[in-house]
């Protein structure tokens, strides 16, 4: 397990408490998992994606993430709609272990209320968090 | 429970300083997986070796007179009968059963190893020890029997892998002679300060142990018990004798999902308290010749002929890798629409795959060319009717169904039972 001082936090994208993290981009925001979440959840084997065009409110799960052990739910950090699939999730779903705010990146949204965002912790305030759990 | 209650073995450290992920088993702090991941791991077992940390486990002492005839009562396996040809259980022999109640549930699995006439350990589940010393100390009441639980004082670790004789014998005094002979259920030697069973049986430093030809894979190996300041100085030695074939140290993850492959039942989960009858383990139950009765009488017996509503557990593996999660809030649900039952296990062998009809494992020698697994979900279904090997059911919990398909065996090609002549002589794979 990594120690909290290990992790992989990058400044450029806002978390939530539910380990899921997303990036303002242009005009959309893209959505993964922290680093947290999948040294928590091991070797990733599979993600379960929604289709472009679905649309959900913020904290509703779209997808789920599946280790060896186990299948979690992933849920939104933002309200909107789906725009974009990380489609190479299909065939290397361990690019969320390897890359989780890179390569590893699940889907991309276009956000329905942009106010939403500001709700989201910061990496100071979910490294906090994170120093509670342990 | 919190961490600071559970209890730890003593390579507690070593895992902690090797970054596992831990989490808690039976009462126990233990590695789920170690940075190199769980699927390594796995794999790593099939193709090479791995090696466990299982000191949680407990060891029981039965010894006495009467010994024999308390686990000949206790267990389900005709101990006068249980080995090859019918013959009987014999001094560095062991046998796999389970020890029920009255009811015929189970109260924990075991192998029962027998040391000498009148002297027999069982190895029961993590946490399981006080429980079933209890059970048999109520069963040999006024016997000439004494049980002892060492639980927590015997350290235990078990290396397997098709590599696993290979890299033993390396750190092995007098290696060709102790591995000889050395059939499937077979054991010799014994831990510090024991007398040795067949014969002494010694690391190249001196250290001795109890080396047994079983484990909990399915794949070719041996569980090693040994003092438990023994523990640590071995498992270093192993580590470093295994590095050039890439020995990993392996969690519970890989051990739950080899195991489940192997379609190896998990204590508690996959049986437990419910009648011991109607599942793939039925071989630990002493049926006679024509299957209507026992050929022994032991405690839950009438019970298991008595049943009138059976319920099934069977074996299945997925279409893909994707999982449900078991337990009293999975359903399974008949081609009719009917839920029939609950999902057991569902775990991911990441071993195997499907190509076409049939299921290929890593190390199935006429595996395709190029053959590259992402692993199938498999595990046990406990059901109302005896459903047929290649028949398809839905599992569902809360978020998904997935379709599998019934199987009286899961990972094929494996290696538990091979001779140590012919896993020395395999030629070199890659892995």
Known sequence: MKEISELNLPEDVRYTPEHEWARPEEEHFAVGISDFAQDQLGDIVFVELPQVGDSFAKGEEFGTVESVK???????PLGGEVVALNGALEDSPELVNSEP???GWMIRIKSSDAAEADGLLSRTAYLE???GIE | MSAKDLKTTPLHDWHLARGANMGQFAGY?????????ARSEHLAVLTCAGVFDTSHMAVLTVAGP????????????????????????????????AFLDRRGHVIDDAIVFQKGEDAFLVVVNAGMGAAIAAHLEQHAAGGRVSIGDLSDRIGKMDLQGPRAARILGRILEDAQSVLADLVYFAFKGAWRG?????????LTNGIPLLLSRTGYTGEFGFEMFMSPEDLQPVWDMLLEAGQPDGL??????????????AVLPLSHQDIGSWPYRYHPWEFALPFDERRTGFSKSFVGDRALLEIESPRYTRPFAGLDLRKVTGGGH???VDSEGRTIGTVLTCVTDSGIDRVGERIFSVSSPDKPAGFRPRGLCCGFVRVSSPLAAGQTILLQDKRRSIRVMIGDDIRPDRTARRSVRAMLDAKEESA
């Open chain 2, 194 to 202: 024991e007398q040795p069973v067949v014969r002494p049986v010694r």
């Open chain 2, 66 to 97: 009467d010994a024999r005839s308390l686990l000949q009562r206790c267990l389900t396996k005709d101990l006068d009968r249980c080995l090859k040809a019918g013959a009987a259980l014999a001094g560095g022999r062991s046998v796999y059963g």
């Open chain 1, 129 to 131: 968090l994170l120093k």
């Open chain 2, 330 to 332: 999975s359903s399974v």
């Open chain 1, 70 to 76: 186990a299948v979690s739910e992933l849920y939104m």
């Open chain 1, 101 to 103: 705010y890179t390569a």
């Open chain 2, 29 to 37: 702090d233990m590695p789920l997986w170690y940075p190199s991941g």
């Open chain 2, 248 to 261: 990993l140290a392996c969690g519970l993850a890989a051990r739950d999902s080899l195991r489940a492959g």
